[in-house]
């Protein structure tokens, strides 16, 4: 009877905490550490809209912003200076601004 009342108050629990937070909606915007630029050799790829900071980025790196089939892409810049990119469809477009700090990181904005 303990190990039956023990599995169901286990179980209770795993569904109570998996349904944490499920109501709760993402949003684009936010500072973060997505994966690093550095030795990248594919494009690092947004999808419209987002706004983030990127902490560790290498000069001349690809990022790529896209929306709905349209993409936009630039070169990462050198510390202190800054580059956009834009890209225009039949039904939809993407507008990448890429801002590197003096500290190396890098603001990104991709929007449609």
């Not at 690092?44 to 929306?67: E, H």
Request: glycine residues 12%; proline residues 7%; aromatic residues 4%.
């Amino acid at each position: 009877m303990k190990l039956r009342l023990a599995a169901m108050a286990h179980a209770t629990f795993g569904f109570s905490l998996a349904g944490c937070g499920a109501g709760a909606k993402p949003t684009a915007h936010y500072t973060t550490n997505p994966p690093t630029t550095e030795g990248a050799s594919t494009p690092l790829t947004f999808t419209a809209p987002t706004t983030l900071t990127v902490t560790s980025a290498q000069t001349g790196a690809t990022v790529r912003c896209t929306n709905h089939g349209v993409s936009a892409g630039a070169k990462i810049p050198s510390p202190g200076h800054g580059v956009s990119g834009s890209a225009d469809g039949t039904s939809s477009s993407a507008t990448l601004d890429l801002t590197r700090n003096n500290d190396g990181s890098l603001a990104v904005s991709c929007t449609p």
